[in-house]
């Protein structure tokens, strides 16, 4: 009966020989065994549909029996090896054979595995959830003993090899005699083993069902071949394992999938390039008739309508600056961060989910569903070992990629702390539980969040709006407020944007078509054959084609849409560009980086400042330069990037676009100051701001400023009280206690009283001299009554309704301010 198995085996051997010789063929896998060779490789891929069209026994087999089959493929691909290159065929023990192809009813998902596939070769889809580490597993020990002077091995075989019959896991340290054994490590055989788990993908799972996983077990060369959060293929063998308790064998058994190849399903890095691919963008960034840099952002998500300056900060992030190690080891980043700040409905997740799709990696969480260490590093026990591991957080597996962060507002400060080195140095450090680590996340992160109060409130600053701290903020290159501005015109052009986006249909998709219900879970096979080839012929449009509901209606040249595929590869080709800064420009950085930091010192009444101005903004601007250029492909970095970034900068720290000053003041524009925020005031209100402004005292840095001074220019033209500031002093007394109330009660029924002209002007010497006398900056009330009585004793001494109508009138100049019995000098 052995006899007649071994010569069962020895055909079937033969067969998967005849197959691989395919001399008479085409020579397909001749080839490929050579290339395998010339490589220094041990795995062979193998289509199994070449198998069925030559064997189809052997392919049915060997799905369905597969353990038998692959030990019989592997000889046969190792005798091949042996007559092809003997001496190459001694270097390795074992020569494996890895599939690829159509597997019918046997492509499956973690959900769809159960116990009626034990045994056979399927093919699972899934996300990596947890890897393990790589392991050294034992294969064979060598061992000595000193007493007889004999050497002894012993090979180990368990349920996840292919052998039959595994072998005992004892290992030896006598020998039958009782004589001691001494192992012999670097005479010993191992390969590497490592585990990971498969789970369901979201989409495929059932709704309402939590997805479900399966444990995948890598030997020898697959090893580290995905991590957390890849989009795998894996083709294997389903196995039970029997399971013990209190040593014996229990009815339950645990399911592994072994190994046999791995695939990755998601978008592949590097694009697909042509000759015909590279002549396009070589012709494309040097066409002279249109701004390529203009070009490209405005094809960026041509599905939301707006938002242009948005767009140029998210292309000059897909770009990058130029990253730079000096000789120190100081690191100057080259990702650019950018913040999104605004109104609900404004399409900021709907920015993030078109970077998510365009950029090569990319790494999409949430502020309430992450936490500190979920973003970054966590430190967690390993469940076979016990021993404390790390496992990479967001930020780490999106090292050289984008991290998109939606709802950064909810979360909380202890975890938004957690990634300020992250984003400026470009690493995570961790010293916990014994481990210290420094782990590589080099990414960009584009963060979305709504403003503290649910909407931005117009009439508070843009900081108090924002309600982050400074040293966060400061990391961010770019800082964007989108409101939701109430304009018709506006209103009209959005409706009429996103009515054309619903009733869009991409080019060959049937008017009423249903879409498919479960993707590419119809494709029972690990690749599709016409899909690739048609990849390889087909030419990348550099233009989406015109239609009347993706361009509005209007074949202009200059709204023209750059395809997405054409947008991939251009991105890809120019980050590679490394351009250097010109002296030109770099003068005009540094001289920009100076007026900014002028401004931000001034605080202008029309500018709003939305982030502080530090070194790292100098880093900014070069940055934004360096990508303006790339964008060109040019080899410097010229005037026109630094103008570029500059402009950029601009509206981004100011709210106010660079050089149209007429248009952000007369609104329409996201670039609009604070001065404009109170719209609808009429003509008399707007005369009185324009008087106002004409008589305001000098401030601090204008030449002639002195603070105790206070005959300033138009102070004593009006006699009467202006009407706004009694509604202001209506305000201040409804928000003070009731003493207050009762003191402007007072201060009001003074004032009906009234002071002459020259009473006012010795009152105000008599406190301005208090003041200077004093170098202080705020005096309480009755100092200032006991020294009028000193300096005016006789008939010239100040009653109380005289001195109180005084300091109504400097208040309404803003001279002083009486708050709580305390004059205070403005």
Do not use: W
Request: aromatic content about 6%; overall charge negative; proline content about 4%.
């Amino acid at each position: 009966m052995a006899e007649e198995d071994d010569q069962r085996f020895r055909e079937i051997q033969r067969e998967y020989l005849d197959f691989l010789d395919d001399d008479e063929d085409q020579g397909v896998y001749q080839q490929k065994v050579r290339d395998m060779i010339s490589d220094n490789e041990s795995r062979l891929l193998v289509n199994i549909n070449d198998l069925r069209r030559k064997n189809p026994k052997r392919a049915l087999e060997l799905v369905n029996n597969s353990f038998e089959e692959q030990v019989a493929f592997h000889r046969a691909l190792k005798e091949f090896v042996a007559l092809a290159d003997p001496v190459y065929s001694k270097q390795h023990e074992e020569f494996f054979v890895a599939l690829e192809g159509s597997f019918g009813d046997k492509h499956l998902t973690p959900r769809s595995v159960t116990s009626k596939y034990l045994g056979n070769m399927v093919c699972v889809e899934g996300i990596v959830t947890k890897c393990s580490l790589v392991r050294p597993k034992i294969v064979r020990s060598v061992h000595y003993c000193p007493a007889t002077k004999k050497t002894m091995e012993r090979k180990y075989t368990d349920m996840t090899s292919l052998d039959p019959y595994p072998s005992t896991a004892a290992y030896p340290t006598k020998d039958d005699d009782g004589n001691l054994l001494e192992t012999e490590y670097g005479l010993s055989s191992y390969k590497d083993h490592q585990t990971f788990t498969l789970q369901e993908m979201p989409e495929k799972s059932p709704a309402g069902q939590l997805p479900r996983s399966v444990d995948i077990v890598a030997d020898n060369d697959l090893v580290d071949r995905c991590k957390p959060g890849d989009r795998v293929q894996v083709v294997g063998m389903y196995r039970c394992l029997p399971g013990k308790k209190n040593g014996y064998t229990t009815a339950t058994f645990r399911t592994i999938l072994i190994a046999n190849n791995i695939a990755h399903l998601s978008k592949e890095a590097a694009p697909h390039f042509t000759a015909k691919d590279v002549a396009k963008i070589r012709k494309f960034s040097k066409q002279k008739k249109m701004d390529v840099f203009e070009t490209l952002s405005r094809s960026l998500a041509p599905s939301i309508h707006g938002h242009e300056y948005i767009k140029k900060a998210i292309l000059c992030m897909l770009l990058g600056g130029n990253e730079k190690v000096l000789d120190n080891g100081t690191r100057l980043r080259g990702d650019i961060n950018i913040l999104l700040i605004g109104d609900p409905s404004v399409a900021k997740s709907q920015m993030l989910r078109y970077v998510l799709h365009t950029a090569p990696r990319a790494i999409a969480t949430t502020g309430r569903g992450s936490s500190g260490v979920g973003l970054t590093a966590a430190v967690t026990t390993d469940q076979d070992s016990g021993e404390r591991r790390l496992e990479a957080g967001a930020m780490v597996l999106g090292d050289r990629g984008i991290v998109c962060i939606d709802e950064f507002d909810k979360m909380s400060d202890i975890d938004r702390t957690a990634i300020h080195e992250v984003m400026e140095q470009g690493r995570v450090t961790i010293a916990k539980a014994g481990i210290h680590a420094k782990l590589n996340a080099r990414c960009s992160v584009l963060a979305a969040a709504n403003p503290v109060y649910g909407r931005y409130d117009q009439y508070k600053t843009p900081m108090e709006n924002i309600g982050l701290q400074d040293s966060l903020l400061s990391r961010f290159d770019l800082l964007f407020i989108v409101l939701d501005k109430m304009d018709p015109e506006l209103d009209r052009e959005i409706a009429d944007h996103v009515l054309r986006m619903h009733r869009y249909r991409n080019p060959g998709e049937q008017d009423g078509e249903a879409l498919p219900l479960t993707l590419n879970l119809d494709l029972l096979a690990t690749k599709d054959p016409n899909l690739e080839e048609d990849k390889e012929n087909e030419e990348t449009p550099i233009y989406e084609k015109f239609d009347n509901l993706l361009h509005g209606g209007s074949y202009r040249k200059k709204d023209e849409i750059v395809s997405m595929a054409f947008m991939k590869k251009y991105i890809h080709v120019a980050k590679v560009m490394k351009p250097a800064l010109t002296r030109e420009a770099a003068d005009f950085i540094s001289e920009e980086y100076s007026k900014l930091r002028n401004q931000d010192n001034i605080q202008q009444n029309n500018l709003a400042r939305t982030q502080p101005i530090t070194a790292r903004s100098l880093e900014t601007m070069i940055r934004l330069s360096t990508a303006h250029a790339k964008a060109r492909m040019s080899k410097t970095v010229d005037l026109q990037d630094a103008e570029a970034a500059i402009q950029l900068i601009e509206f981004a720290y100011f709210k106010k676009v660079l050089q149209k000053p007429k248009k952000r003041r007369h609104g329409g524009s996201d670039g609009e100051s604070s001065d404009n925020e109170e719209g609808g005031d009429d003509e008399p209100q707007k005369k009185k701001r324009l008087s106002r402004r004409e008589r305001r005292p000098r401030v601090e840095g204008e030449e002639g400023y002195d603070p105790y001074d206070f005959d300033s220019e138009g102070a004593e033209e009006v006699d009467e009280p202006n009407p706004s500031l009694e509604v202001r002093r209506q305000r201040r007394r409804s928000s003070q206690d009731a003493a207050m109330e009762t003191e402007s009660t007072e201060t009001t029924a003074a004032k009906d009283t009234g002071i002459t002209p020259d009473r006012l002007k010795k009152f105000k010497t008599s406190l301005l001299n208090l003041f200077k006398s004093r170098h202080a900056q705020s005096l309480e009330l009755d100092l200032v009554r006991e020294q009028l009585k000193k300096e005016h004793q006789d008939e010239d001494v100040f009653s109380e309704d005289e001195m109180f109508a005084a300091i109504e009138k400097m208040m309404d100049d803003n001279q002083v301010m009486l708050s709580d019995q305390v004059v205070f000098l403005i």
